[in-house]
């Protein structure tokens, strides 16, 4: 049998008959960039997610650089941050000219182990960037806390986390901005690059609507320099059309997940995600914690079973980073979470008997190797 880590093509099935007209649509209209179906959208994702305001933009990396750039962090600031995600988050703080300070993980979560911020911060600390990765948010109340205490801007990376949740709060709604990403692998994707931001702000969306239309909101007229940070029709248009189907395709994950969870359960070689109490978990990655890591993705890709290391090497070791001056050790958590986590296909339109292989796989060769 054949698992791809991700499927795209049933859920395009599923919906073919109401993308099309809206792709065409636009084609007719000729109405590419921005213009009523990005208003449309943003309306949409203001409602779902929660916030005042949310602006469109090319990509969740874009979304990540409005947002310092609406904050007015740069040059000799500091933002905390983890060094357990995607390049992304501290790529887009260097981008910027300020400095990425990391703190570890917690070893359970793979979340930014809160108990480390407060020593981080010091006189050029701007802002914290939690992540809230694979779709399970940061514990929120003590970092925004923090940010209170030392008046501190919160960004929130939720690019894998639209539709998680925190006591009752969304991803996006907590910090002074949210950003979200809409790569077509995301549990809610476009047909190529997108973003969003959110905020309750009116002051920071306006700033931000600029900042993507470099740095001005009248043509040819420009407050400052921005980003040609734009959201395509088309791509605000797919994502519209799925917008509705959302809660139904992250409750399909969480079902897969919970089943998972049961045919791992017997197996102590294989540790299993942990969805914090607190917290709504939309499982954009079902994370597994193995010995012989790099062994049994072989394992599986020998059988045809999709999977993926989310992430192989700490942000901290990267050769780009070498300048901020940590080394092998300096985050002991993130370093293990990277040589030991796979994760596994979790898509909402599995079948239960593909479930159950990919397990039996996974079980067959962590049990054989011990």
Same mark, same amino acid.
């Given at each position: 049998?054949?698992?791809?880590?991700?499927?795209?093509?049933?859920?395009?099935?599923?919906?073919?008959?109401?993308?099309?007209?809206?792709?065409?649509?636009?084609?007719?209209?000729?109405?590419?960039?921005?213009?009523?179906?990005?208003?449309?959208?943003?309306?949409?994702?203001?409602?779902?997610?929660? %916030?005042?305001?949310?602006?469109?933009?090319?990509?969740?990396?874009?979304?990540?650089?409005? &947002?310092?750039?609406?904050?007015?962090?740069?040059?000799?600031?500091?933002?905390?941050?983890?060094? =357990?995600?995607?390049?992304?988050? &501290?790529?887009?703080?260097?981008?910027?000219?300020?400095?990425?300070?990391?703190?570890?993980?917690?070893?359970?979560?793979?979340? +930014?182990?809160?108990?480390?911020?407060?020593?981080?911060?010091? !006189?050029?600390?701007? &802002?914290?960037?939690?992540?809230?990765?694979?779709?399970?948010?940061?514990? +929120?109340?003590?970092?925004?806390?923090?940010?209170?205490?030392?008046?501190?801007?919160?960004?929130?990376?939720?690019?894998? &986390?639209?539709?998680?949740?925190?006591?009752?709060? $969304?991803?996006?709604?907590?910090?002074?901005?949210?950003?979200?990403?809409?790569?077509?692998?995301?549990?809610?994707?476009?047909?190529?690059?997108?973003?969003?931001?959110?905020?309750?702000?009116? %002051?920071? #969306?306006?700033?931000?609507?600029?900042?993507?239309?470099?740095?001005?909101?009248?043509? =040819?007229?420009?407050?400052?320099?921005? !980003?040609?940070?734009?959201?395509?029709?088309?791509?605000?248009?797919?994502?519209?059309?799925?917008?509705? =189907?959302?809660?139904?395709? %992250?409750?399909?994950?969480?079902?897969?997940?919970?089943?998972? #969870?049961?045919?791992?359960?017997? $197996?102590?070689?294989?540790?299993?995600?942990?969805?914090?109490?607190?917290?709504?978990?939309?499982?954009?990655?079902?994370?597994?914690?193995?010995?012989?890591?790099?062994?049994?993705?072989?394992? !599986? %890709?020998?059988?045809?079973?999709?999977?993926?290391?989310?992430?192989?090497?700490?942000?901290?070791?990267?050769?780009?980073?070498?300048?901020?001056?940590?080394?092998?050790?300096?985050?002991?958590?993130?370093?293990?979470?990277?040589?030991?986590?796979?994760?596994?296909?979790?898509?909402?339109?599995?079948?239960?008997?593909?479930?159950?292989?990919?397990?039996?796989?996974?079980?067959?060769?962590?049990?054989?190797?011990?």
């Amino acid at each position: 049998m054949k698992v791809p880590m991700l499927d795209l093509k049933p859920q395009y099935a599923q919906l073919k008959h109401l993308l099309l007209p809206e792709i065409m649509d636009v084609i007719e209209n000729q109405t590419f960039i921005l213009g009523p179906k990005v208003s449309k959208l943003e309306k949409e994702l203001s409602d779902y997610i929660g %916030t005042r305001f949310t602006v469109g933009c090319s990509s969740g990396t874009d979304a990540l650089l409005m &947002a310092l750039m609406a904050l007015d962090i740069g040059q000799g600031d500091e933002v905390i941050t983890t060094p =357990y995600t995607f390049f992304a988050t &501290a790529g887009s703080i260097a981008r910027v000219g300020a400095r990425a300070v990391f703190v570890d993980i917690e070893p359970d979560t793979f979340l +930014m182990n809160i108990e480390q911020v407060e020593k981080k911060i010091s !006189l050029k600390t701007k &802002a914290i960037m939690p992540v809230h990765l694979f779709g399970q948010c940061v514990d +929120m109340e003590p970092l925004l806390a923090l940010a209170k205490k030392y008046n501190l801007k919160v960004i929130e990376d939720a690019a894998q &986390a639209i539709g998680s949740g925190y006591k009752g709060k $969304n991803a996006g709604t907590m910090g002074d901005i949210g950003c979200f990403s809409f790569f077509p692998s995301k549990n809610l994707g476009c047909f190529g690059d997108g973003g969003l931001v959110s905020t309750n702000s009116e %002051t920071l #969306n306006e700033r931000l609507k600029g900042l993507r239309v470099h740095g001005g909101q009248i043509q =040819y007229h420009h407050n400052e320099v921005g !980003l040609n940070a734009r959201l395509d029709a088309l791509q605000a248009a797919v994502v519209s059309v799925k917008l509705p =189907y959302l809660k139904s395709w %992250t409750e399909g994950r969480r079902r897969h997940a919970a089943i998972y #969870n049961e045919l791992f359960a017997g $197996n102590p070689n294989v540790v299993t995600p942990v969805e914090k109490s607190d917290r709504y978990h939309i499982y954009n990655q079902y994370v597994i914690r193995v010995k012989n890591r790099d062994a049994l993705k072989a394992h !599986l %890709t020998e059988k045809e079973i999709g999977c993926a290391v989310y992430y192989p090497l700490s942000l901290h070791q990267q050769k780009c980073f070498a300048n901020l001056g940590y080394t092998e050790g300096s985050f002991p958590e993130s370093e293990k979470a990277a040589k030991e986590t796979l994760a596994l296909p979790v898509y909402p339109e599995m079948s239960e008997e593909q479930l159950k292989f990919v397990a039996a796989a996974v079980n067959e060769f962590t049990c054989k190797k011990g």
